[in-house]
Structure formats: structure tokens, C-alpha cells
């Protein structure tokens, strides 16, 4: 069996693998600026002599993909869980993905998007941006004193799961949220920490609403933080079904009951118990409509949908001869009578 040949990203950026993410960041700054494919390559006037034969370690990679390969080694590398990835499983464990202790890592892909990378670290597509300084003298990175322009970092998105009873009520959820933190004056390292961000649930909420906390979002060098946003979700309730500000149940019967009709008690989400009296043939596709009893309507908590009923008939698998006849005689009768 031959063996794989895996790609060295801390090779591509000329890098050691305990590089720090801002000494990953401005390699890439060097890399890319270099190896940019709108830059003329005859035109070396906006490239400082430092840069001028730093790309000796990529002659092994055609130039045609030598672009490619900077940013996606920088796609890897910046990110954290990739990295990790990368670091302890190799790229064929970063590509096929891996079973990790807290869930399965699914496989990389490389979205193939190297301008969109390029514009996210410098804030512009042009390979002649007032970039010298932002290499040559490159702390604090996208600083308001610095060179360049942050971009605002992605959404980070989290789900909010809510029972019926918290739907009914309203509550005060208390989300703990990991994000980056900023751990120097400088601006210029992060770590995981906590953040505890309290969610006020107004009665009849409805599922995907979201609730958007501006720049709650991780801390990064180079990027605005993106907003934190919570999106709510019920959870599912062994009894009611919601639709909107309705709720729906179904109640199982017998075919005595569906067509003579019968009492029963039915309890409401805030507890009440109803009595219920069905006095009409209930038939497939029947519906008891209990005004009011449903949950409050979103901004207008005075208002309440219903609560629908519906029932499952169950026949009878097996009627006795004698009993068919007794049965047949009765429904023409029923017959007879709807007709007069």
C-alpha cells in the first residue's frame, strides 16, 4: 500500500507549527499580497524588497495554484477547531472528517472563495491597497490607527429551545455562550471564555424568532464582532400540538361514541380541566373548537387562539353475523331518517 502524501499548510505560509494566530495572519498578509493574481507580476513597485524572493518555498507548487494554496492553508490554520484537527489527525483526518469526544468533526471542504478570504484580512480586493505599511509595520492589525478597514464578523447563531408552558407564560432564559475574548490591552490575543446573556421570552412567541445581542459575537484582531443571535424553537409536547397561536389535540374514540355522542374531560395548557359534551355524529375529518384556550397571541397577550380537538375514530375489526344484521337494520333506519 503506497503512502499518502499529505499538504504542509504551515509549509505553504512558511510558518512553524507553534505560530501564533497573528504570526499566521501576517503570513498570509505576505503570501497573498505576492501571490495575488490581479497584481501584475512585472509590477513590482508596490511590493517592499522584503517581499521580492520571500515565495522561494512555493516554487514546488505551480504558480497557477500557488494562490489557492495560501488561502486555503490560512483557511485552515486561522481557524481554531481546524486547526486542532489538523494538528492532531493530519489532512486526511481534516478532509474525512473525525470522531471527537464532544461530536463528530464533518469533513472540510474548501469553499474555493480565495478573494473573499483576501477581502476579509484586508478589507479589499485590490492587491494595490495601502498595504506596504500593514506588512512592514504590521501591530496593531486594523487598528482605527492602523492600515486597513475591519469587516464585521459572521452572525453567530444559536438555538433556544422553549416548552409550551414558557411559550404560555413567557420567561427569562439564561443562555451561556462561548466566544473569544480579548486577553491583552493591545487587542491582539484571544481565549474561549463564557459569556452569560439573559433572553426575555414574551408570552406567544413564535418558533424562529430571533433575538440579535449587536457585536455579542467573538472578538478578533481584524474583525468588528458579528452579532449574537438566538433563534427560538419549541420543543416538542407529548399532549398539544402548536400551530401559531393554536393547539391541537386528538382524542381517540370508538365508533359507540363517534356516533351517539359521549362527555369527556380535557385539561388546557394552564391547567384547566374542561368538560367537553358531543352531542353531533362525529365524522372523519370532525373538528371541536374550544375558543380561547389556546396560547396568548404574540404582542397581544389579552388575545388567546383556540384549542382544536380532533378525533380518531377507531371501528371495530370484527362484528358478529347476528350483530350485522341487528346493525344494518339500525343504520337504515339512521338512513331513512336523514332522508325525511
Same mark, same amino acid.
Given at each position: 500500500?503506497?503512502?499518502?502524501? %499529505? ?9 512553524? /507549527? ?5 504570526? $499566521?495572519? &501576517? ?14 507580476? @512585472?509590477?513590482? /513597485?508596490? &511590493? ?12 514546488? $507548487? ?28 493530519? %489532512? ?24 473573499? +478570504?483576501? @477581502? ?14 500593514? +506588512? ?27 416548552? &409550551? ?59 468588528? =464582532? ?9 420543543? =416538542? ?15 381517540? $374514540? ?21 368538560? +367537553? ?17 389556546? &396560547?396568548?397571541?404574540?404582542?397581544? =397577550?389579552? /388575545? /388567546? ?36
Amino acid at each position: 500500500m503506497s503512502e499518502i502524501k %499529505e499538504i504542509d499548510y504551515y509549509g505553504v505560509l512558511n510558518l512553524n /507549527r507553534c505560530a501564533t494566530p497573528e504570526q $499566521i495572519i &501576517l503570513a498570509y498578509r505576505k503570501h497573498a499580497i505576492r501571490c495575488n493574481p490581479h497584481r501584475d507580476p @512585472n509590477d513590482n /513597485r508596490f &511590493l517592499p524588497p522584503m517581499l521580492l524572493n520571500d515565495t522561494d518555498h512555493l516554487e514546488c $507548487i505551480p504558480k497557477c495554484s500557488q494562490w489557492e494554496y495560501v488561502n486555503k492553508a490560512y483557511d485552515i490554520l486561522s481557524d481554531k477547531l481546524r486547526r486542532e484537527i489538523y494538528d492532531n489527525h493530519g %489532512e486526511y483526518g481534516l478532509l474525512n472528517g473525525v470522531d471527537l469526544p464532544n461530536g463528530y468533526f464533518p469533513p472540510y471542504k474548501f469553499s474555493g472563495n480565495c478573494f473573499e +478570504i483576501y @477581502n476579509s484580512v484586508f478589507g479589499t480586493y485590490s492587491p494595490y491597497g495601502n498595504l506596504i505599511d500593514a +506588512i512592514t509595520n504590521p501591530p496593531p492589525l486594523y487598528s482605527c490607527k492602523g492600515i486597513g478597514v475591519k469587516t464585521k464578523g459572521p452572525d453567530v447563531v444559536k438555538v433556544v429551545y422553549l416548552d &409550551l408552558k414558557e411559550v404560555f407564560q413567557g420567561a427569562m432564559k439564561r443562555m451561556q455562550v462561548l466566544r473569544q475574548e480579548f486577553t491583552n490591552d493591545e487587542e491582539s490575543k484571544t481565549q474561549c471564555c463564557e459569556k452569560v446573556i439573559n433572553i426575555n421570552i414574551p408570552p406567544g412567541t413564535l418558533p424562529s424568532t430571533s433575538f440579535r445581542y449587536k457585536e455579542e459575537g467573538d472578538r478578533h484582531p481584524t474583525k468588528i =464582532p458579528g452579532d449574537l443571535v438566538f433563534v427560538t424553537a419549541d420543543k =416538542p409536547h407529548p399532549v398539544f400540538a402548536r400551530d401559531g397561536p393554536h393547539l391541537n389535540i386528538t382524542k381517540t $374514540i370508538n365508533l359507540s361514541k363517534a356516533l351517539c355522542g359521549f362527555k369527556f374531560f380535557v385539561e388546557t395548557i394552564d391547567q384547566k380541566k374542561l368538560l +367537553i359534551a358531543v352531542s353531533d355524529v362525529i365524522y372523519p375529518g370532525y373538528v371541536k373548537e374550544m375558543l380561547n384556550e389556546g &396560547l396568548p397571541v404574540i404582542h397581544e =397577550p389579552s /388575545r /388567546r387562539g383556540s384549542l382544536y380537538i380532533h378525533f380518531d375514530i377507531k371501528f371495530p375489526q370484527y362484528i358478529p353475523r347476528d350483530l350485522k344484521c341487528k346493525l344494518k337494520k339500525l343504520l337504515d333506519e339512521v338512513d331513512r331518517a336523514n332522508q325525511e
